[in-house]
Nanobody, 126 residues
Framework: QFQLVESGGGLVQPGGSLRLSCAASDDTSDYYAIGWFRQAPGKEREGVSCISSTGLSTKDVESVKGRFTISRDNVKNTVYLQMNSLKPEDKGVYYC???????????????????WGQGTQVTVSS
């Protein structure tokens, strides 16, 4: 059964960095857009970044532009989210998800992504 597994979360001080990984169980993910989402306590899940199947196109939400970078390595079936200059408001559970309909990024809408990982916790605190 195809699955996505996130890793790399943790506790970091404001201004620090983390790199999240999203490992796919097989190369099915190579053909679809992959997105990163986050959910803070008491808030709705929101889209953060998306990358096309080839990695040539990305899309970021305004609040993370210039700080977060999404990338992928299709040989390793893995998508990464490099997060720099982290802020307390970046705290939450981070999920990766696959858009099983498109290879390019559409809007970062939760409903468009059908396969989800279990999430990894990111805490930004001094």
């Amino acid at each position: 059964q195809f699955q996505l597994v996130e890793s790399g979360g943790g506790l970091v001080q404001p201004g620090g960095s983390l790199r999240l990984s999203c490992a796919a169980s097989d190369d099915t993910s190579d053909y679809y857009a992959i997105g990163w989402f986050r959910q803070a306590p008491g808030k709705e899940r929101e889209g953060v970044s998306c990358i096309s199947s080839t990695g040539l196109s990305t899309k970021d939400v305004e609040s993370v532009k210039g700080r977060f970078t999404i990338s992928r390595d299709n040989v390793k079936n893995t998508v990464y989210l490099q997060m720099n200059s982290l802020k307390p408001e970046d705290k939450g559970v981070y999920y990766c998800a696959m858009d099983t309909s498109y290879s390019s990024c559409r809007q970062l809408a939760v409903a468009d992504f059908k396969i989800w990982g279990q999430g990894t916790q990111v805490t930004v605190s001094s």
